[in-house]
């Protein structure tokens, strides 16, 4: 009777060491495939990587990068230009529902890599939901409100959500969504440049300077904050056709302000001397006075030259 237990108890442990075995051999059958799959992926050969992922997946199904891979894997191979192809429409179909379990498996993420594929999972997914796939802003929003959550202090989830109202022509939710992101990091300059392209595409002109103007108050000896002051005082001048001559005058005076306090801060700054050069062609437009117009194109014509020889020194150098 002793005997008998005994083979049962082998049998029992036999099988044991028989079923981990074989899960040892797919987790090496699995990493073998992930290495594989990568490999595809870095040369975009995105069909081969698809097929790989799978093979990771069924293999070995805690391996969860693998769903986010092959995700974008399905959203590399989506094309914008094809949306009524139901081929590929299925690309970006599966693109979100692998986009979304790789979220849910990566929510306890404890690697610093994984923490980042679970951040881009719910980026990636909130794209794949935007006008060139699959064009569903309802869809998107909870996605991206989501992000906020998870990353209250990250401005750029409050962009996002501000473009998505912005799109969908909900402007005063879109604003407060700008106002957001500028709240929450304001020391940042891409919530000042953000917020003013977006008045400046609302037609308005005062609200956008004074988003640069405070940009360049937060990075007083960045010369790139001031010429952006001065580009924008330049287009609006060339591209408002209500704009009066008196108020075209006082537009290019403050842009030549702005351009020649990025100058000083950077003597050698092509792209601030060749738009103080624009400006000064926009000011020969408004005055009457044939000398003085003369003056001021003369002036234009040394920034452009001065311009020019500062960037074929830069190229020389360069090569």
Request: with cysteine; proline share 4%.
């Amino acid at each position: 009777m002793r005997s008998a237990g005994i083979v049962r108890i082998v049998v029992v442990l036999g099988s044991v060491a028989s079923m981990v075995g074989c899960s040892q051999i797919d987790k090496l059958k699995a990493r073998k495939a992930f290495k594989d799959a990568n490999a595809a992926y870095q040369a975009q050969d995105y069909r081969k990587a698809v097929q790989l992922y799978q093979q990771v997946i069924a293999t070995n199904p805690d391996e969860v990068r693998a769903y986010f891979y092959l995700a974008n894997s399905y959203d590399q191979l989506y094309k914008s230009d094809r949306p009524d192809d139901p081929a590929n429409r299925q690309n970006i179909e599966k693109a979100v529902n692998f986009y979304q379990t790789s979220a849910e498996k990566l929510v306890k993420a404890d690697t610093p890599e994984n923490k980042i594929l679970e951040r881009r999972s719910y980026e990636y997914l909130a794209a794949a939901y935007g006008e060139d796939r699959l064009n569903d802003a309802a869809k998107a929003e909870p996605i991206i409100q989501k992000m906020i959550q998870m990353e209250p202090t990250e401005p750029t989830n409050y962009i996002r959500l501000a473009r998505l109202y912005e799109d969908a022509g909900v402007y005063d939710e879109a604003e407060a969504m700008y106002l957001r992101a500028r709240e929450v990091k304001p020391t940042d300059p891409v919530v000042y440049t953000t917020l003013a392209a977006y008045y400046n595409r609302r037609g308005e002109f005062d609200k956008t300077i004074k988003a640069l103007e405070e940009r360049a108050a937060k990075e007083p000896n960045n010369p790139e904050a001031f010429h952006t002051i001065a580009s924008y005082y330049w287009d609006e001048t060339r591209n408002d056709p209500k704009l009066r001559d008196n108020e075209k005058r006082d537009y290019i005076q403050k842009g030549i302000q702005a351009a020649d306090k990025a100058i000083q801060l950077k003597p050698d700054y092509v792209e601030a001397i060749t738009f103080k050069g624009l400006l000064l062609r926009l000011q020969a437009l408004v005055e009457k006075d044939p000398g003085k117009q003369k003056a001021l194109l003369d002036e234009a014509k040394t920034l452009s030259d001065k311009a020019n020889g500062l960037q074929q020194k830069k190229t020389s150098a360069s090569n």
